[in-house]
């Protein structure tokens, strides 16, 4: 007897994609029932609070990974990019509201010169996005002259920033924004032919290319877009936690890489869901408050983390081991 295909796939497909939800539900009950005082509405507010920027990088690098890449800078360059967007604001005198401007607009140009260096001087992504990464350290401070930037807080002038983009009146402002910036990368990755083409780049670039599509492009659109999610995210960590250091960042893209991929985004490219990516997000951002609230140390929780990382990419292995085997025909 031989099982359907469809059939085998439709069943893998729907417990794969309750695994996120349920890791999430266990997390958050794990950390009420032994995390000191978890269960509380500041602490639900921290989650939310922390998911903000993990959010952003994690809907930029999910179209990065469906396309078979990586990109590993977009923790220094969200970094990279609030801390420019400060200089504009404390040292050259701008507006803030334009000195905004160049946040997301810095995260655009790393991720343009991440797409062409992949697509044109055909680096593997891996190394192009590593140096990348180390380049954008190195901008923010030499632009900086490595001073810490502060952003204005409740009570100064420009507190209409932190009102706007952070927290108003006690309503976390910036889950409006995640909502609708989902949406967004939603819409463009299951609606619109980018998405249908990042699909099909990392199920096979060379069928895709051979199709008449022009793959290069199309994967620097990818890292584009991946960039300016990551300045976009710098926004965001300026008004959640006001100040920005030269030279940081480094480590908060394993947060958002982790998020892509505990949510069902292949490592291998070709398939992957931005509901998934939010999920994922809000199970890293999960963790980020309630390893605090174990009494663990600054050490311990960056050991957790890279665990959690680890174990992402382990259950990708098995994800794609499993989707191998259920498309292979069974008889009986």
């Known amino acids: 007897m ?24 266990i997390l958050y009950a794990f ?20 998911s903000y920027y993990i959010g952003f990088m994690a809907f930029g690098v999910t179209f990065v990974i469906i396309t078979g890449g990586i990109d590993l800078s977009i923790g220094t360059v969200m970094m990279c990019s609030a801390v420019i967007g400060g200089v504009a604001f404390r040292t050259w005198g701008l ?14 140009i790393f991720g343009v010169t991440n797409g062409l260096m992949i697509s044109k001087l055909h680096l593997p992504p891996f190394i192009a996005t590593l140096g990348t990464m180390m380049v954008s350290r190195g901008f923010g401070a030499i632009v900086s002259n490595s001073r810490t930037q502060n952003y204005p807080a409740i009570g100064s002038a420009d507190e209409w920033f932190k009102h706007v983009f952070f927290r108003y009146q006690n309503f976390p402002i910036g889950v409006i924004y995640l909502v609708v910036f989902f949406l967004i990368a939603w819409f ?9 083409y990042v699909f099909a780049i990392g199920s096979n670039e060379e069928a895709t290319r051979l199709s008449g599509v022009k793959a290069d492009n199309w994967k620097i659109g990818a890292y584009a877009l991946c960039g300016l999610f990551a300045g976009l995210s710098g926004v965001f960590y300026a008004a959640t936690y006001t100040t920005c250091t030269p030279a940081s960042g480094n480590g908060e893209e394993l947060n958002a890489i982790a998020a892509v991929v505990i949510g069902g985004t292949s490592m291998a490219g070709g398939a992957g869901t931005m509901v998934g990516t939010l999920i994922g997000v809000l199970i890293m951002a999960t963790i980020k408050a309630g390893l605090p609230s174990m009494n663990l140390q600054q050490p311990w929780q960056l050991f957790i983390t890279g665990l959690v990382v680890i174990g992402a990419v382990l259950l990708d292995n098995a994800r794609n081991k499993a989707a191998a085997k259920a498309r292979i025909p069974t008889k009986g």
């Open 2 to 25: 031989q099982i359907p295909k469809n059939k085998v796939a439709r069943k893998h497909f729907s417990m794969q994609s309750l695994l996120a939800p349920a890791a999430l539900v």
């Open 31 to 50: 950390f009420s029932i032994f995390g000191n005082r978890f269960l509380t509405m500041s602490k639900f507010m921290s989650i939310l609070e922390s």
């Open 95 to 108: 507006p803030l509201h334009v000195a905004l401007i160049f946040v997301p607009l810095i995260g655009l």
């Open 188 to 196: 463009v990755l299951n609606k619109t032919r980018f998405g249908r």
